[in-house]
């Protein structure tokens, strides 16, 4: 399978642990994005990476998240000190750099339930 | 900025009857827009975009969508619908970057098939 791949699926954690999710994206894809989608809601931009390079963040990630891709492959989202309202669908995607603008492939999410 | 509005959070069709989902958009450059589908605990999938030249964009699974510059619209048309469309529809803009501004997604529209 050479789609996006995001683990884990699903993950329960009680409000005020730390979770991580991880994001790999198709191998030959310089660009990877972070989404969140809250329940009845279309995904919310969180971040960007080109190659190893986090360019853009949203307002909507707090200090408490933080994301990396290291070397540019895999990336990781951290969320620290986790609250009710972190409960969503965490989507990850990635495109070639190119132009004109192609679509992003998306993962199949992880599901945060915070409790 | 951007946005996109999706008209009928609900859209219910008998099997083998026209499909019309609605998308508005509102961009301060030309836009990229993009349809994905999103089946239950799943990533989204590419169902067609718009980048430039042709209006009339098809897609995957007998899909469909006209870019209507002066109406700004983007809606998402399929003749005859099959109990497999039963999903959420999600309509999305990108601006000029190559996505380095992430997408913005409308809320969604879940299409019900009726027997």
């Known amino acids: 399978d050479t789609g996006v791949s995001q683990n884990p699926r699903h993950k329960i954690t009680k409000r005020g642990q730390n979770v991580t999710f991880r994001c790999d994206p198709i191998s030959e894809h310089n660009r990877l994005y972070w989404y969140r989608q809250t329940l009845g809601q279309g995904p919310e931009f969180l971040t960007y990476?080109?190659?190893?390079?986090?360019?853009?963040k949203s307002r909507l990630l707090s200090d408490r998240f933080s994301a990396e891709r290291p070397k540019g492959s895999f990336s990781t989202l951290e969320i620290q000190r986790t609250e009710q309202g972190d409960s969503a669908m965490y989507l990850c995607?990635?495109?070639?750099?190119?132009?004109?603008?192609?679509?992003?492939?998306f993962g199949q999410g992880t599901r945060l339930t915070v409790v | 900025a951007q946005s996109v509005t999706q008209l009928g959070s609900h859209v219910s069709v008998s099997e083998g009857a026209l499909v019309l989902l609605r998308c508005n958009y509102s961009?301060?450059?030309?836009?990229?827009l993009f349809w994905y589908v999103q089946y239950p605990n799943q990533g989204l999938q590419l169902l067609l975009k718009y980048t430039t030249g042709a209006t009339l964009v098809k897609g995957i699974n007998g899909f469909e969508a006209e870019f209507k510059k002066s109406e700004t619209s983007f809606h998402l048309t399929k003749p005859s619908a099959h109990m497999s469309d039963a999903a959420e529809y999600f309509c999305?803009?990108?601006?000029?970057?190559?996505?380095?501004?992430?997408?913005?997604f409308g809320k969604g529209t879940h299409l019900i098939i009726q027997p």
């Open positions: 990476f080109q190659n190893e390079a986090q360019l853009e």
């Open positions: 995607a990635s495109s070639p750099l190119r132009s004109p603008n192609t679509e992003a492939f």
């Open positions: 961009s301060s450059v030309p836009p990229y």
């Open positions: 999305a803009v990108s601006g000029l970057g190559g996505g380095a501004d992430g997408l913005t």
